[in-house]
């Protein structure tokens, strides 16, 4: 049924994205250039992170600022199990995700008695709770973290299975392991974003209490909503976690795993599956492109890049909130209409 | 219970200085009900003027708060003419991300500019005093503190007075309340907002001129007061001036409590904590009206 709806130019455009994103960094690893394979690396992570916040902020229409507590969650569990108990890391992924729903949900529900700017300061409440936690629990490391010893695997499936690649396959092997997980994170919540609870969590958005009024209990789906993030930041740490080989509370807990993911969605198109994606792929090499090209120039480490993201968020604000995905691309480039929101 | 007295007397003496940081935010957020999560960087911006003022021109920071003020005010009005009226009618979420914008843009125009070095101002007369210590009923005061914090509550009460109690105030709280009965009676709304984010941004770069003879300064040092900020705003309950600065100085004196009997690590924590609870059995804040 949703299908239908989709016209001929985006069916083409999503073949195509694909098909790049499966090839990109071919050539790339034929080359043995590594630094652009990272770039898509980060790419993938930062996408996937938009997704994952567009089902609380875009859908559900909660602002969460605090997201980043469960990207440390899924890094510091799946980190723990393989540092402490030599646990595989896609299990330790899956328990980092486990953990994380459970604590965002017993975290989150009476946060929902609070509504709009109050409820976006008690997600940076527990943020900034959070924080010096993270920084002072001998168990997890404290203020120094875990470092996760390397392991060489011989075989692929071996690396593959542990999420420690090294040597001139190290970037490939990550940035395939992330297009994994942001496939399958972008295909679950294609079917949330069509299932009841998809419907129920943009009600709530549109109008609580005319949702409350058809009798959905808008308290358990902002739960449930945030805790559909909480899992995705989630399985996004445990792979920064095996990448960097290390957790530490700075790094994992840093604002930008939330800034960046939700100026992604922004960009994109806030509350569209694909909103996020788009972001990500123009905001992201940005960054990369600009320390390149910067170099050790005068003007390097300046914040260009970061002056570039508030220019382009600012403009988007101001002449088109709705996002770049809401332009009229099917007026200007197909027949049909494009699909509404 | 010397220790604890103590504690609270410093947590107070913080409590108006962070009073003099929300009260900006209080304005444009509370009573005006629009979102600025660029507050930070305007307070960076007043600190950043005055360390300026000071080491180019060796001017006081004391006596660098008119320029910046002035200035200041100037630009809170350009930035609501130009993006923020712009952004005003739509989603809440349009604001957030305007100002979320604004916020990358100041804070890392200021990183081209001067770096992101920690710099210090040294010369001038609250920095001079740093010695000097006041000893009242066996409780220290330190008098640089002291001053600043009864400047702050001299600027405090003349806000006040100005939002309660003369026409102008009345002019505000009616658009905050209702725009369109606003401009029935001759108010200019858009004027009256304008005005607003002017006030809220010289403010906010009046206190970051008192700061800086506490603090360094560098262009990330905004995001510790915003959080702050917007913890004691909603704290305080929005719309009521009176119960943004009790919220403020409840806050200093949980971060010296904290500090004094648990760990210094902890002392943001503990505010947020109470924000929480506090927040969960009285969403609309301690004193909030709405």
Known sequence: MARARISGAARLALVVGALAAIVYPIPLQLQGQTYYQTVGFLVLVNAMLGVGWNVIGGWTGQFDFGPQVFFAVGAYTAALLYAKLGVIAWVGLLAGVAVAIVLCAVLTYPLTRLRGHYFAIATVAIWMIAQPIGASWEFIGAAQGLFLPVQTHDSVVGAALSLQFSGPTKALGYYYSALLLFAVTLALMALVERSKLGYYFRAIRDDQEAAEGIGIDSRRYKVIARSITAAVFAAAGALYAFWALSVFPEQVLELHWSTLPIMATVVGGIGRLWGPVLGAVILIPISQVMSTTLGTGPLAGRGIDLIVYGLIIIVIAAFRPTGLLSLPWGRWFGRRRPAPA | MTELAQAVVN???????????????????????????????????????????????????????????????????????????????????????????????????????????????????????????????????????????????????????????????????????????????????QRMFAVAWGLGAALVAIAGAILVNFFAVYPQVGLQFTVLAYAIVALGGFGSILGTLLAALLVGVIQSVTVVYLSPAFKDAFVFASYLLIGLFRPQGLFGRF
């Open chain 2, 11 to 189: 947590g107070l003496q913080m409590g108006f200085l962070y009073a003099l940081v929300a009260v900006g935010l209080a304005i444009i957020w509370g009573l005006m009900e629009m979102i600025n999560f660029a507050h930070g960087e305007f307070l960076m911006l007043g600190m950043f003027g005055a360390w300026w003022l000071s080491a180019g021109f060796g001017i006081d920071p004391l006596l660098g708060i008119v320029p910046i003020a002035v200035a200041m005010y100037g630009f809170g009005v350009l930035v609501y003419r130009h993006l923020m009226r712009r952004v005003q009618g739509g989603d809440p979420f349009t604001q957030i991300f305007a100002t979320i914008g604004l916020l990358f843009l100041l804070q890392n125009a200021v990183v081209a500019g001067f770096t992101s070095d920690y710099r210090f101002v040294n010369e001038g007369i609250l920095a001079s005093l740093s010695r000097t210590r006041l000893d009242v009923l066996g409780l220290t005061f330190g008098v640089p503190l002291l001053a600043a914090a009864g400047l702050a509550l001299v600027l405090f009460l003349a806000l006040y007075l100005l939002i309660e109690r003369t026409e102008f105030g009345l002019a505000l709280q009616a658009t905050s309340e209702d725009r369109d009965a606003a401009r029935l009676v001759g108010i200019r709304p």
